[in-house]
């Protein structure tokens, strides 16, 4: 009993520790997102090689976890094994103590008792009382109580020989059935197991992805509030500027109005000034599309993830009610298994004797000869 929950503890202890370490390469792998340098410049070889040696130990604690499953599965297959042997040492000890009971009641002399009337000594009587003759076998009587005796004796054991056997084939299939109980609940015991454990590993990765949703929205956020707010300095830079809102005419040329002097050139004029906002405004409206264009594309990869979500579990449900429809199959099959040799006892146990049916008398007489 101590060595099953030590196992199940070590077992319990390694899954925290791989949850743990899956929780510490998701935060670890977020870092590295949030940070722009190690984004941009390339691969992270450090992470890679963290991310390897970290699968690595991933196999190794998978392999380590089915050989201790396999252990705990050995001992409980041996710890059943031995307590059917020391059940069945029990019953045969019981057995042969009622059979030893059983001898001893029939040797002792209670079970032998005289006549009423004592009975008629031949040799005492004379040749006129007819009893005895030349030739008469005078054990006759001594020999049929042994024999009787005898007889009783082994009609009394052949009697607890048989029930004995009846016993432990009863015996034998109660136990069979709780064999396969026992099998049912530790099969079914895993399956919860495992499912707890995918529930668990849903759920986390289910948080790990809206943290990292309202980390993504929480910094688009900023960047929009940042840009807005270097817009509005620009503007305000640009309006109160003193050498931006100084005479731009000034500069124009004498030759032709759409050539400028460099020397006496002031800026430009409104309508360019406009039409280089519009032109800015034009590329803020593209910025926002990508950006509505990004949100949209996140939202159908969220409903997709959604999608393959429920049909894992739609797969896993699938799955839980096929093995059930297995066991439930195969606990049929073993009643009908059961039934059809309870079946077989009983006609075996009618026919033990043998009997001669009408059709066997039928027969005469209706050859071809």
């Not at 370490?21 to 410049?41: D, G, H, I």
């Not at 405004?281 to 979500?309: C, F, I, P």
Request: hydrophobic share 35%.
């Amino acid at each position: 009993g101590d060595t099953m929950v030590m196992l199940k503890q070590n077992s319990l202890d390694k899954e925290e520790a791989r949850i743990a370490a899956m929780r510490a390469r998701a935060e670890a792998r977020t870092q590295r997102f949030l940070n722009a340098r190690t984004r941009t410049m390339g691969v992270d070889k450090a992470g890679l090689d963290a991310q390897v040696e970290e699968k690595r130990q991933a196999k190794e604690a998978l392999r380590q976890a089915n050989m201790d499953q396999a252990a705990y599965d050995q001992q409980i297959l041996r710890m059943l094994e031995e307590n059917e042997a020391q059940a069945r040492a029990e019953k045969m000890a019981a057995l042969n103590a009622l059979r030893e009971d059983l001898l001893q009641k029939a040797s002792e002399p209670k079970n032998d008792l005289p006549k009423i009337g004592d009975s008629v000594n031949a040799e005492e009587c004379g040749t006129g009382a007819a009893q005895y003759f030349a030739g008469e076998d005078k054990n006759k009587d001594s020999r049929r109580r042994l024999q009787q005796a005898q007889m009783r004796q082994w009609t009394s054991q052949q009697k607890a020989e048989k029930a004995a056997r009846n016993m432990e084939e009863k015996e034998d299939e109660t136990r069979f059935h709780q064999y396969l109980m026992a099998v049912d609940d530790m099969r079914g015991q895993m399956e919860n197991e495992d499912k707890a454990r995918t529930a668990a590993d849903r759920l986390n990765f289910r948080k790990l992805n809206e943290e990292q949703a309202a980390l993504t929205r929480a910094t688009r956020e900023q960047d929009r509030q940042l840009a807005a707010k270097m817009d509005d300095m620009e503007l305000t830079h640009v309006k109160n500027d003193p050498f931006l809102n100084e005479e731009t005419d000034f500069g124009t040329s004498a030759v032709a109005p759409h050539r400028v002097r460099p020397d006496h050139f002031k800026g430009f004029n409104k309508e360019q000034i406009s039409w280089t906002y519009a032109k800015n405004g034009e590329l803020v409206e593209a910025h926002q599309k990508m950006k509505q264009d990004e949100r949209d594309t996140e939202k159908a990869w969220g409903n997709h993830v959604a999608a393959v979500t429920r049909v894992m579990e739609q797969n896993e449900q699938e799955s839980k009610a096929q093995a059930n429809y297995m066991n439930k199959l195969q606990t049929d099959v073993l009643n009908q298994q059961r039934a059809e040799q309870l079946a077989k006892k009983a006609q075996s146990k009618e026919d033990r004797f043998g009997s001669v049916d009408g059709g066997f008398y039928k027969g005469f007489g209706t050859s071809c000869r």
